[in-house]
């Protein structure tokens, strides 16, 4: 690879997508925003050390994305969908909005995408989901989709931790659960976050991060399971473009979890929230496995 090909390969704008503002449903969740406009900030510390330029980091609202991500070089640009419930996402999202992303954006001019959990769902061709929710609290059901903004060609499917319980309003419980690239491995909050599944198209996909096979089985996986639902993270191109998308929050740590409130605010939710804010990897762990495992892979990936 010319020197040339790794430099233009630098992402130097980063745009976060902090919900269409308009629209009563808002699209991500606003923690999830915060999280994620907070954690490019963190990460620009790192980028001087590995001997890479800092990042212009932007929050765009829903209706001026379209004329932000114009007014960029996509090459150099990374834009961020941050978590939010998959089917919000898909209605906030205009046709035209959703066509601009995929097609011109990413397919036609080689920009980058990073989506978390809900987004990522949403991103994928087909989502699965078996769980309980607003709509079914009380009779767990599989529910499948197909998505409005199918940027990955295989399926989503989740969620990994389900709500042990028979009636709650959400179909999970959160959990602090241990990942690896194949050398290094981390502990990172999941919350609601599944599998991606390949399938068979000519879409060039490659796994990031997995889930380590003791903590499948820890989480209820049969061995013969192990293998479908290990991928957490993927790369999957689109055109020119290229898109990360990842199923847990790699944002939240310790200092994020007052246990006492948490228990008394979400009691039998089936989240053990000590053990969350105990096993949490720290800090600069995360912000260092996320940059290395992830962001640079997807910063690396040319035509």
Not at 62 to 72: D, F, M, V
Not at 236 to 250: E, I, Q, R, W
Request: hydrophobic share 35%; net charge positive; aromatic share 10%.
């Amino acid at each position: 690879m010319s020197m040339k090909a790794v430099v233009n390969s630098f992402i130097r704008n980063v745009i976060v997508y902090k919900g269409h503002e308009e629209n009563p449903l808002l699209g991500p969740y606003a923690d999830n925003i915060t999280k994620q406009i907070d954690m490019f900030h963190i990460l620009n510390r790192y980028r001087e050390e590995y001997g890479r330029p800092p990042w212009k980091i932007t929050a765009i609202a829903g209706e001026k994305l379209i004329s932000a991500l114009q007014e960029c070089n996509p090459k150099e640009t990374l834009l961020v969908i941050p978590a939010g419930q998959s089917s919000n996402l898909e209605k906030v999202f205009s046709v035209a909005q959703t066509s601009f992303i995929k097609n011109q954006f990413l397919a036609e001019r080689g920009g980058r995408l990073y989506a978390t959990c809900g987004a990522s769902y949403a991103m994928s061709k087909v989502r699965k989901y078996n769980g309980l929710c607003t709509q079914q609290p009380e009779k767990r059901e599989l529910t499948i989709k197909q998505s409005a903004f199918p940027l990955f060609e295989g399926t989503a499917e989740g969620p990994l931790c389900p709500f042990p319980g028979e009636k709650y309003k959400v179909g999970f419980y959160s959990d602090a659960v241990t990942v690896t690239n194949g050398k290094d491995k981390c502990t990172i909050y999941l919350s609601g976050g599944g599998s991606f599944l390949p399938d068979a198209s000519a879409q060039k996909v490659k796994t990031l991060v997995k889930y380590l096979d003791s903590e499948l089985t820890r989480l209820g996986k049969p061995l013969a399971e192990h293998k479908d639902s290990a991928n957490a993270t993927i790369l999957a191109k689109v055109g020119k473009g290229t898109v990360l998308l990842s199923m847990f929050h790699p944002y939240y740590g310790s200092k994020d979890f007052n246990v006492e409130l948490y228990e008394k605010t979400f009691p039998n939710c089936g989240t053990n929230w000590r053990a969350v804010k105990d096993n949490l990897s720290p800090l600069d762990e995360r912000m260092r496995f996320v940059l290395n495992s992830m962001l640079f892979p997807l910063e690396d990936a040319n035509e």
